[in-house]
């Protein structure tokens, strides 16, 4: 069973920096899709930025030019730099990961960011 494990959540000041990282479980295992989703209580899930294996990478607009993905497929891990951060960025962020040739998409159990104004 392949797991996914975020870590690098926390409290930071607007305008500050965090890093979150998602590491998958299975060494022989390079997802064709990994990404970063973040959910509001009441809210849906929403998709924040996601990147293939081989490197495109797609964001939501309200982090564009704040906000990188970033793979490290020998490590199974991807990576979401947060700068910039602003209190409407306050979310629980859930890392999934998805694999064509298996039909499977994964969840993390998820990481709280919290920004304060």
């Known amino acids: 069973q392949v797991q996914l494990v975020e870590s690098g959540g926390g409290l930071v000041q607007a305008g500050g920096s965090l890093r979150l990282s998602c590491v998958a479980s299975?060494?022989?295992?390079?997802?064709?899709?990994m990404g970063w989703y973040r959910q509001t209580p009441g809210e849906q899930r929403e998709l924040v930025a996601e990147?293939?294996?081989?490197?495109?990478?797609n964001y939501a607009d309200s982090v564009k030019g704040r906000f990188t993905i970033s793979r490290d497929n020998a490590k199974n891990m991807v990576y979401l730099q947060m700068n910039s951060l602003k209190p409407e960025d306050t979310a629980v962020y859930y890392c999934?990961?998805?694999?064509?040739?298996?039909?499977?998409?994964?969840w993390g159990q998820g990481t709280q960011v919290t920004v304060s104004s």
């Open positions: 990147a293939t294996s081989p490197g495109i990478t």
């Open positions: 299975r060494s022989i295992f390079n997802p064709n899709i």
């Open positions: 999934k990961a998805v694999i064509y040739a298996l039909d499977w998409s994964g």
